[in-house]
């Protein structure tokens, strides 16, 4: 079986644990999966919960709620091998990740299929934020990114404003408002459209050769703190004289032992 996962991207404040619940709450008997980064982050309605043991809180209907913290690959093959499985997953990405990153990332899992990416466009907030040249390249590829642009607190502020903001910064894409959003249309399989980069930026890989000990927790540290590295994985040689396995989405990484007989190098994919 093939589970469906969608993944809700946004940045800060823009309402995805809001969608969320509102999923949650008319999901008519459906298990839902639901992947956090940090339960610390989460704020699902209270009414809601059932249990809560480790890293899996208990939600009502069947639906269960997994933090994945610099695991992603191993929380997603953990939800995939649930009794029963939950029959779609829902991803909460980190205000600050790059969903489109993370969308391609879930091919590495078998058995998980990405369904869509579902971008938040905060109305009270992206004019500021878009205008804030710290932030830009940031909203721009979390929307190019999007299958479906969904305009969040429009009863706050202007809808239009935001609406021709997302037409020039994303053009093409799928806009709704928020009050118009149902499961149905959230859940709905829009994988095959081609990904879009704003201003018309491809991605570049790059494969890194080591000729002997690499200290693997500061290269991770390295290549997080590239905002262009939006992918990488590969394996490296340590001081011990083990190798381990480097994965690293935005600037979300883990390090793991590899196989003994693994091939050295790190893929890496950045957006110039």
């Known amino acids: ?80 091998n649930m009794e029963p499985p939950p029959q779609r997953i829902v991803l909460e990405a980190s205000g600050i990740a790059m969903p489109g990153a993370i969308g391609a990332s879930i091919g590495l899992v078998p058995g998980i299929e990405l369904s869509s990416i579902i971008v938040l466009a905060d109305a009270e907030h992206m004019p500021a934020h878009l205008a804030n040249s710290y932030l830009t ?34 053009p093409g894409l799928p806009v709704v408002d928020a009050d118009q959003v149902s499961n149905a249309l959230i859940f709905a399989n829009r994988s095959a459209r081609p990904a879009v980069e704003p201003h018309g930026a491809h991605h570049h890989t790059e494969l890194l050769i080591f000729d002997g000990a690499v200290d693997v927790e500061a290269l991770a540290q390295d290549l997080a ?34 196989p003994p007989d693994a091939s050295l190098g790190v893929v890496v994919i950045s957006i110039p």
């Open 1 to 80: 079986m093939t589970l469906p996962l969608t993944v809700l991207g946004g940045y800060l404040g823009a309402g995805k644990t809001t969608l969320v619940n509102k999923l949650l709450r008319e999901g008519d008997g459906e298990r839902i999966a639901i992947l956090v980064n940090d339960f610390g982050e989460l704020a699902v309605d209270a009414d809601l919960i059932e249990a809560e043991d480790g890293d899996i809180i208990s939600l009502a209907g069947g639906c269960v709620c997994c933090s994945y913290g610099d695991d992603l690959m191993s929380a997603l093959m953990s939800m995939r």
């Open 137 to 170: 390249d940031t909203i721009e590829r979390q929307l190019n990114s999007a299958d479906l642009i969904v305009i969040t607190k429009a009863d706050i502020a202007a809808a239009d404003t935001v609406r021709d903001l997302i037409a020039h910064t994303a």
């Open 225 to 258: 703190t590239d905002r262009q590295i939006v992918r990488a994985k590969g394996v490296v040689p340590t001081s011990d004289g083990t190798l381990a396995l480097l994965q690293l989405t935005d600037s979300t990484w883990a390090v793991s032992p590899a």
